[in-house]
């Protein structure tokens, strides 16, 4: 009995040795899928975080070709130098067509006003007045018109049956004829009295600045004579300039007049802006002299405008020789735009965008300026685009949007 008890314990004890732990390997799987789920879970949000940067370094940048020259300017010599003022070559003194009292002034100095736009009003309560005294004409004048039509017609009845007599006809005839002409009579007092009343209104010539007042609302104004000037203008209302048109006005000696020629390139420097120079040109050389000074003025034209300048500056116009090419320039010469530049820590760069809208930050060497713009002496092959203007955010390898 002993030894069967033995064996059956020692069977039971070699069964639960092959028995198979289930817990232990259903415990790895779960393990082994959670750890799935998180590194796809991991992926996926790199790659939103890429695509949502991606998206935020897309910055909209112009861009802009680089400037190939076959060859540059070289810098042109002062020949002659003379002192004068600007002035607007279009400019008025505006005053009324008739006499009146300033009732309404819309306009002060420094005001832009644009061609056609009422800038002052005359009182005009009498001329009104004018206006339906010929309205009334006119109707009296149809009326009476009217009534020696109506007369002839008769006559015309009568004379047919033998009532009346010729000469009778004549004279209802004649009488419509002195009733019409007094209708065209009426008709043209009424466009007087309304013309005068339109000259009441005061308009602007052309489009400009005013550039003075010269009456005051309740003064008395009246038409001036062509030929004044802003200084001799009693009785005008505003003077007008248009800036557009600013030139400089000089006295060069007799003695060098033979330097110059229409289109001279010229620079004007004004006092009233020292750090700044103006391109222009020779516009006209006055075919008389000032026997007194013995001088010929000239009319320089700006090539170049800004709302800095007014008119009477004074100005020194310094005339140089025209533009000369320099020798032996046979290698093309690249330009680019001088806000196109990048600088800091001394060096230039340039961001280049390439095809696949990513920018590039290229350090470039300057190798002087022509016509406003920076000569490339390294850096660049001429067919780049580069970023105009770029923004201080944007950085070496960020993807761009160009908006041109």
Same mark, same amino acid.
């Given at each position: 009995?002993?030894?069967?008890?033995?064996?059956?314990?020692?069977?039971?004890?070699?069964?639960?040795?092959?028995?198979?732990?289930?817990?232990?390997?259903?415990?790895?799987?779960?393990?082994?899928?959670?750890?799935?789920?998180?590194?796809?879970?991991?992926?996926?949000? #790199?790659?939103?975080?890429?695509?949502?940067?991606?998206?935020?370094?897309?910055?909209?940048?112009?861009?802009?070709?680089?400037?190939?020259?076959?060859?540059?300017?070289?810098?042109?010599?002062?020949?002659?130098?003379?002192?004068?003022?600007?002035?607007?070559?279009?400019?008025?003194?505006?005053?009324?067509?008739?006499?009146?009292?300033?009732?309404?002034?819309?306009?002060?100095?420094?005001?832009?006003?644009?061609?056609?736009?009422?800038?002052?009003?005359?009182?005009?309560?009498?001329?009104?007045?004018?206006?339906?005294?010929?309205?009334?004409?006119?109707?009296?004048?149809?009326?009476?018109? #009217?009534?020696?039509?109506?007369?002839?017609?008769?006559?015309?009845?009568?004379?047919?049956?033998?009532?009346?007599?010729?000469?009778?006809?004549?004279?209802? $005839?004649?009488?419509?004829?002195?009733?019409?002409?007094?209708?065209?009579?009426?008709?043209?007092?009424?466009?007087?009295?309304?013309?005068?009343?339109?000259?009441?209104?005061?308009?602007?010539?052309?489009?400009?600045?005013?550039?003075?007042?010269?009456?005051?609302?309740?003064?008395?104004?009246?038409?001036?004579?062509?030929?004044?000037?802003?200084?001799?203008?009693?009785?005008?209302?505003?003077?007008? #300039?248009?800036?557009?048109?600013?030139?400089?006005?000089?006295?060069?000696?007799?003695?060098?007049?033979?330097?110059?020629?229409?289109?001279?390139?010229?620079?004007?420097?004004?006092?009233?802006?020292?750090?700044?120079?103006?391109?222009?040109?020779?516009?006209?050389?006055?075919?008389?002299?000032?026997?007194?000074? #013995?001088?010929? $003025?000239?009319?320089?034209?700006?090539?170049?405008?800004?709302?800095?300048?007014?008119?009477? $500056?004074?100005?020194?116009?310094?005339?140089?020789?025209?533009?000369?090419?320099?020798?032996?320039?046979?290698?093309?010469?690249?330009?680019?735009?001088?806000?196109?530049?990048?600088?800091?820590?001394?060096?230039?760069?340039?961001?280049?965008?390439?095809?696949?809208?990513?920018?590039?930050?290229?350090?470039?060497?300057?190798?002087?300026?022509?016509?406003?713009?920076?000569? $490339?002496?390294?850096?660049?092959?001429?067919?780049?685009?580069?970023?105009?203007?770029?923004?201080?955010?944007?950085?070496?390898?960020?993807?761009?949007?160009?908006?041109?």
């Amino acid at each position: 009995m002993d030894r069967d008890t033995e064996a059956a314990n020692q069977l039971t004890s070699d069964l639960c040795a092959l028995r198979i732990d289930r817990g232990a390997g259903g415990s790895r799987r779960l393990r082994r899928g959670i750890f799935g789920v998180v590194l796809v879970l991991v992926a996926a949000a #790199a790659v939103v975080l890429y695509l949502e940067r991606g998206q935020i370094t897309a910055q909209e940048v112009a861009t802009i070709r680089p400037t190939v020259r076959r060859s540059i300017d070289s810098p042109a010599r002062a020949i002659l130098s003379a002192s004068g003022y600007l002035v607007a070559r279009r400019k008025a003194v505006v005053s009324a067509k008739i006499q009146g009292r300033l009732a309404e002034l819309d306009v002060d100095e420094g005001s832009w006003v644009t061609a056609g736009q009422v800038i002052a009003r005359l009182d005009n309560a009498d001329l009104q007045a004018q206006i339906e005294v010929a309205r009334a004409g006119v109707q009296q004048a149809n009326a009476d018109l #009217a009534e020696k039509q109506r007369q002839l017609r008769l006559t015309q009845g009568l004379a047919s049956d033998g009532v009346v007599s010729q000469d009778q006809l004549q004279a209802a $005839m004649s009488r419509v004829r002195v009733a019409e002409a007094a209708l065209s009579q009426s008709k043209a007092s009424l466009s007087l009295a309304e013309a005068n009343f339109q000259n009441t209104v005061i308009r602007a010539p052309f489009a400009g600045v005013v550039v003075k007042k010269m009456a005051e609302v309740g003064e008395s104004v009246a038409p001036i004579p062509p030929g004044v000037n802003l200084s001799t203008s009693s009785g005008a209302i505003v003077g007008i #300039a248009d800036m557009t048109t600013l030139e400089a006005e000089a006295d060069v000696s007799e003695t060098n007049i033979a330097k110059l020629r229409r289109n001279q390139p010229a620079q004007i420097s004004l006092d009233a802006i020292p750090d700044h120079t103006y391109r222009a040109v020779l516009r006209q050389v006055i075919p008389t002299a000032d026997r007194t000074k #013995a001088t010929i $003025m000239v009319k320089v034209r700006l090539l170049e405008k800004d709302e800095n300048l007014r008119p009477e $500056m004074s100005a020194k116009i310094t005339f140089l020789e025209s533009a000369k090419k320099s020798p032996g320039s046979a290698s093309p010469i690249i330009t680019v735009p001088k806000d196109a530049l990048v600088t800091g820590n001394g060096t230039t760069a340039v961001f280049i965008v390439d095809s696949q809208k990513k920018v590039h930050l290229v350090p470039v060497s300057i190798g002087g300026e022509a016509q406003g713009e920076a000569i $490339m002496a390294d850096g660049l092959a001429g067919t780049e685009a580069l970023v105009l203007r770029p923004p201080s955010t944007l950085k070496d390898g960020n993807t761009v949007k160009t908006t041109n």
